[in-house]
C-alpha cells in the first residue's frame, strides 16, 4: 500500500491530526515509523474504551510500522491530571508495577507483538536529577501549561493545582525524546499532552512527532465515557458471554459510533448500516447481535462469538436459561434478599443492593421481588437473576 493509501486509513475516524502534511510526508520516506503510545497503569484493566487506540496502533503495524508502547510506571505515580476537577491520587510503585504487568499482557490480544517494542518510563526518570528536572521544566512556561483547559477551569474554580501536575506533561514529552518518535497517538483527553511533547522534542534537537488523537466512546449508559470508575465498561478480559451481553446492553444510539471504531467493517458497509439505523428498516436488535459477534470474535474466536450469540437468543428471547452459571452456597434456610445481595452475589452496597430491588432487577426463578426487606426461603436449585445478564444457582449446604 502507498503512502497516500495508508494515509487515507490511517487519518480514518481521527479527531486532531497535527499535521496531515507533516504525517504523510513522514509515511513518504517508506521507513518503519516509530509510532508512539504512553499508557498509564492507573488500573490494571483494558477497556473496549482502550481498544480504539490499540487498535489504530495495529493498522500501523500492519502497514509495517514499529509500535513503541510506554507503560508510564513512573508518571502513574504522579497521576495524569486529563480531564480531572481535581489532583489525582498517586500509586505505590508496587501497584504502578502490578498494574503495568497486567496491561501490557492485554494489550497484546490487539497488538502485534513482534512488531512492539515495550517500554517502561521509569528506565530513564527514575535516575533524572533534580537537577535534570529543572532544566527540563525550564523548556516550557506556565503561561503555555495553563493553556490547558482543565488547568485553566481548576484555576477559575479555586481548585488546588499541584505542582506535579504540570511535570506531568513534561514527563510524558521527554518520553517522546527518549524514543524517537516518529508519530503519537492517544485518546483525545490527551492532546494538549502530546503537543507539549512535539514541542519538547524540538527543544532537544529532534524533529518534530506527528500527533493523532481518536474519539472516547461512550459507555454501556451511554452517557459517561468509558470507565472502570464509572461501572459503564467493557473489559478485555471479560468472559465472551459477558463481554457480548454487555455489548447488547448499550443504547441503541451508540451502535454506528461502535461499528466505525470497534470493527473491521468497510465504508460501504458502515454506510450501509447507518442507513438501515436511520430508515428502520432492520430491528436495531438485530444490528446489535452483529455487532456483539464482531466485537466478541476479537477477543475469542468467531465460534465463541457465535455461540455466545446463540446463547443470548435462548437467554433473553426464548426465556431460557444459561446452561451454566455460578452457585451461591447457603447453610441458612432463609435470608434477607439485601444480604443475599451483598454477601454472596458481589453487590457493591445494601444501597446499590436496595435500588436494584426498588428497579425491578431482582428475580427469583423469574419471579420480580419489589419489597427491600423480603426475606427468602431457599429451595435447593432456585436461580437468583440480577439485572439481565446475572445469573445464580442457590445450592442448600
Same mark, same amino acid.
Given at each position: /500500500?502507498?503512502?497516500?493509501?495508508?494515509?487515507?486509513?490511517?487519518?480514518?475516524?481521527?479527531?486532531?491530526?497535527?499535521?496531515?502534511?507533516?504525517?504523510?510526508?513522514?509515511?513518504?520516506?517508506?521507513?518503519?515509523?516509530?509510532?508512539?503510545?504512553?499508557?498509564?497503569?492507573?488500573?490494571?484493566?483494558?477497556?473496549?474504551?482502550? =481498544?480504539?487506540?490499540?487498535?489504530?496502533?495495529?493498522?500501523?503495524?500492519?502497514? @509495517?510500522? %514499529?509500535?513503541?508502547?510506554?507503560?508510564?510506571?513512573?508518571?502513574?505515580?504522579? @497521576?495524569?491530571?486529563?480531564?480531572?476537577?481535581?489532583?489525582?491520587?498517586?500509586?505505590?510503585?508496587? $501497584?504502578?508495577?502490578?498494574?503495568?504487568?497486567?496491561?501490557?499482557?492485554?494489550?497484546?490480544?490487539?497488538?502485534?507483538?513482534?512488531?512492539?517494542?515495550?517500554?517502561?518510563?521509569?528506565?530513564?526518570?527514575?535516575?533524572?536529577?533534580? $537537577?535534570?528536572?529543572?532544566?527540563?521544566? =525550564?523548556?516550557?512556561?506556565?503561561?503555555?501549561?495553563?493553556?490547558?483547559?482543565?488547568?485553566?477551569?481548576?484555576?477559575?474554580?479555586?481548585?488546588?493545582?499541584?505542582?506535579?501536575?504540570?511535570?506531568?506533561?513534561? =514527563?510524558?514529552?521527554?518520553?517522546?525524546?527518549?524514543?524517537?518518535?516518529?508519530?503519537?497517538?492517544? @485518546?483525545?483527553?490527551?492532546?494538549?499532552?502530546?503537543?507539549?511533547?512535539?514541542?519538547?522534542?524540538?527543544?532537544?534537537?529532534?524533529?518534530? %512527532?506527528?500527533?493523532?488523537?481518536?474519539?472516547?466512546?461512550?459507555?454501556?449508559?451511554?452517557?459517561?465515557?468509558?470507565?472502570?470508575?464509572?461501572?459503564?465498561?467493557?473489559?478485555?478480559?471479560?468472559?465472551?458471554?459477558? /463481554?457480548?451481553?454487555?455489548? /447488547?446492553?448499550?443504547?441503541?444510539?451508540?451502535?454506528?459510533?461502535?461499528? +466505525?471504531?470497534?470493527?473491521?467493517?468497510?465504508?460501504?458497509?458502515?454506510?450501509?448500516? &447507518?442507513?438501515?439505523?436511520? &430508515?428502520?428498516?432492520?430491528?436495531?436488535?438485530?444490528?446489535?447481535? $452483529?455487532?456483539?459477534?464482531?466485537?466478541?470474535?476479537?477477543?475469542?474466536? +468467531?465460534?465463541?462469538?457465535?455461540?455466545?450469540?446463540?446463547?443470548?437468543?435462548?437467554?433473553?428471547?426464548?426465556?431460557?436459561?444459561?446452561?451454566? /452459571?455460578?452457585?451461591?452456597?447457603?447453610?441458612?434456610?432463609?435470608?434477607?434478599?439485601?444480604?443475599?445481595?451483598?454477601?454472596?452475589?458481589?453487590?457493591?452496597?445494601?444501597?446499590?443492593? +436496595?435500588?436494584?430491588?426498588?428497579? @425491578?432487577?431482582?428475580?427469583?426463578?423469574?419471579?420480580?421481588?419489589?419489597?427491600?426487606?423480603?426475606?427468602?426461603?431457599?429451595?435447593?436449585?432456585?436461580?437468583?437473576?440480577?439485572?439481565?445478564?446475572?445469573?445464580?444457582?442457590?445450592?442448600?449446604?
Amino acid at each position: /500500500m502507498n503512502p497516500e493509501e495508508q494515509f487515507k486509513e490511517l487519518s480514518k475516524n481521527h479527531v486532531s491530526l497535527i499535521s496531515e502534511e507533516e504525517l504523510l510526508g513522514k509515511l513518504k520516506n517508506k521507513r518503519s515509523l516509530r509510532v508512539k503510545l504512553g499508557v498509564d497503569p492507573s488500573r490494571p484493566d483494558l477497556h473496549l474504551g482502550h =481498544a480504539v487506540v490499540l487498535r489504530k496502533l495495529r493498522l500501523f503495524q500492519d502497514f @509495517g510500522h %514499529q509500535v513503541v508502547l510506554i507503560i508510564g510506571d513512573f508518571t502513574a505515580r504522579i @497521576g495524569d491530571p486529563s480531564g480531572r476537577s481535581k489532583t489525582r491520587p498517586m500509586l505505590s510503585r508496587e $501497584e504502578a508495577r502490578l498494574n503495568a504487568e497486567s496491561y501490557s499482557k492485554q494489550a497484546f490480544r490487539i497488538l502485534d507483538r513482534d512488531r512492539t517494542e515495550i517500554r517502561f518510563n521509569s528506565e530513564w526518570l527514575d535516575p533524572m536529577s533534580f $537537577e535534570d528536572v529543572i532544566r527540563l521544566s =525550564a523548556k516550557y512556561t506556565v503561561a503555555r501549561m495553563m493553556e490547558r483547559h482543565d488547568f485553566a477551569r481548576r484555576y477559575a474554580d479555586n481548585e488546588p493545582i499541584a505542582v506535579s501536575e504540570f511535570l506531568y506533561p513534561l =514527563a510524558q514529552a521527554y518520553d517522546s525524546v527518549v524514543v524517537k518518535a516518529d508519530v503519537e497517538i492517544g @485518546g483525545d483527553d490527551q492532546f494538549f499532552n502530546l503537543v507539549v511533547g512535539r514541542k519538547i522534542q524540538e527543544e532537544y534537537g529532534l524533529e518534530a %512527532q506527528a500527533i493523532l488523537t481518536v474519539p472516547l466512546i461512550e459507555g454501556t449508559d451511554g452517557k459517561l465515557k468509558m470507565s472502570k470508575s464509572y461501572d459503564n465498561y467493557i473489559a478485555f478480559d471479560d468472559s465472551p458471554k459477558d /463481554m457480548f451481553g454487555k455489548v /447488547m446492553s448499550i443504547p441503541d444510539s451508540l451502535m454506528s459510533k461502535y461499528f +466505525r471504531l470497534l470493527t473491521d467493517k468497510s465504508d460501504r458497509e458502515l454506510e450501509e448500516i &447507518d442507513k438501515k439505523l436511520q &430508515d428502520k428498516t432492520v430491528n436495531p436488535r438485530d444490528l446489535k447481535l $452483529e455487532l456483539a459477534v464482531e466485537i466478541t470474535s476479537q477477543f475469542f474466536d +468467531r465460534e465463541i462469538a457465535e455461540s455466545s450469540k446463540e446463547e443470548f437468543i435462548n437467554i433473553f428471547r426464548n426465556k431460557e436459561l444459561p446452561e451454566e /452459571m455460578p452457585e451461591i452456597k447457603l447453610v441458612e434456610d432463609s435470608i434477607s434478599i439485601v444480604d443475599l445481595l451483598v454477601s454472596r452475589a458481589k453487590i457493591q452496597s445494601r444501597s446499590e443492593a +436496595r435500588r436494584l430491588i426498588d428497579q @425491578g432487577g431482582v428475580r427469583i426463578n423469574d419471579q420480580v421481588l419489589e419489597d427491600i426487606h423480603s426475606v427468602l426461603e431457599i429451595s435447593d436449585g432456585d436461580v437468583l437473576r440480577i439485572g439481565k445478564k446475572r445469573f445464580y444457582r442457590l445450592v442448600k449446604c
